[in-house]
């Protein structure tokens, strides 16, 4: 089965810096790769996603880059704000199943 | 649109009762439904996958004789905690595919929060 990969486990920076989080995954047959926040007790909500004949998709503060050959995506959020910290997680998805990364703490300090 | 509601928000129970979980798609025919287990500071761990109609598939490691699935309808999905033990204490989220995005989406509900003393 699928396999993700996700670092850093914990992220902290500047208000107005950029975040980056990585995430790899194993199988080459995954074609849908999105993005969520997660606030303690809440159900995830997506903040962006990435399809696999796509290599780059931006959406105001926040970008997702996919690399189908390295078989690796990564989120970029631009000019942080302490609203953004959050538990992110990636995900990879074929066949109608998704396969969570084991999550990144991102504080974002004022 | 694609709007999934779970219930209970919360539950606290006793070591050695069942508990069930249902979810319900309020706007859309759920044929398939996903739950998902996570442990503080984890994951979300599939557990199994429902099918309306049909007999749960369930991940490896997960009893299936404990966490019973039922997908009767369309729009409701239960999970059953059978014989809760404190281990079992954990936040259970269901989700589905949203219909018309051919893979390229899922919706949650908002989570249950299982407390067994």
């Known amino acids: 089965g699928e396999n993700v990969e996700q670092h850093p486990s914990t992220l902290s920076v500047q208000e107005g810096d950029s975040a980056v989080i990585k995430c790899t995954y194993s199988?080459?047959?995954?074609?849908?790769f999105p993005w969520y926040k997660q606030e303690l007790g809440k159900r995830p909500q997506l903040i962006i996603d990435?399809?696999?004949?796509?290599g780059e998709k931006k959406d105001q503060r926040i970008a997702v880059t996919l690399n189908k050959t390295a078989k690796h995506f990564s989120l970029h959020i631009t000019e942080t704000q302490p609203e953004d910290s959050a538990v992110y997680f990636c995900?990879?998805?074929?066949?109608?199943?998704?396969?969570f990364g084991k999550g990144t703490k991102l504080s974002v300090i004022p | 649109g694609a709007v999934v509601s779970q219930h209970p928000s919360w539950v606290i129970c006793k070591s050695g009762t069942s508990v069930k979980i249902e979810c319900r798609s309020l706007?859309?025919?759920?044929?398939?439904m996903f739950w998902y287990r996570q442990f503080p500071k984890q994951s979300l761990m599939l557990m199994a996958t429902?099918?309306?109609?049909?007999?749960?598939?369930?991940e490896q490691g997960v009893e299936k004789d404990k966490f019973l699935i039922n997908h009767a309808s369309l729009t409701l999905s239960t999970l059953t905690v059978t014989s809760a033990h404190p281990e079992d204490s954990s936040f259970y989220i269901c989700?589905?595919?949203?219909?018309?995005?051919?893979?390229?989406?899922?919706?949650f509900g908002s989570g249950t929060r299982l407390t067994v003393v």
């Open positions: 429902s099918n309306e109609g049909s007999k749960a598939t369930y």
């Open positions: 995900a990879a998805s074929g066949s109608y199943q998704l396969t």
């Open positions: 706007d859309f025919q759920a044929t398939t």
């Open positions: 199988d080459s047959a995954s074609n849908y």
């Open positions: 990435i399809r696999s004949n796509v």
């Open positions: 989700s589905a595919p949203i219909p018309g995005t051919g893979g390229y989406g899922y919706t």
